[in-house]
């Protein structure tokens, strides 16, 4: 009898080619097989979105705002500038995108028990 020794790297790999015979039957299970092989592109960790916040410089209409603060309300985000009592929808504002990361970082413990 053979025995199969699996890495990590091909355990998937065989697991789905194993659930494809079972389920596919056996002459489509080389098909399955070929295409769990197929390379998957990467997903990028990092996006780029706008970031109101607190006085944060805003342009609006050409004019220069600052941010006074900013609410959610009803699945909305209305942003207030400083010395208007009326919201702005944030689509209305242009603002330098910042960089955003999913990746996680190992980061130190900053605080005492």
């Known amino acids: 009898m053979q025995t199969l020794t699996l890495s990590p790297d091909n355990a998937a790999d065989a697991a789905f080619a194993a659930a494809a015979a079972d ?12 295409s769990a092989q197929v ?3 990467a997903r990028s960790f990092t996006f780029e979105m706008p970031l109101f916040r607190p006085g944060v410089q805003v342009q609006e209409d050409g004019r220069t705002e600052t941010v006074s ?3 959610l309300r009803r699945r909305e985000m209305m942003v207030y500038l400083v010395g208007r009592e009326e919201p702005v929808r944030p689509d209305r504002l242009r603002l330098q995108p910042s960089r955003f990361t999913t990746a996680r970082r190992a980061e130190g413990l900053n605080w005492f028990l």
Do not use: L, R, T
Request: charged content about 5%; overall charge negative; aromatic content about 6%.
């Open 23 to 34: 389920s596919f039957g056996a002459a489509d299970a080389g098909a399955a097989a070929a």
């Open 39 to 41: 390379p998957v592109a």
């Open 69 to 71: 603060h900013v609410i």
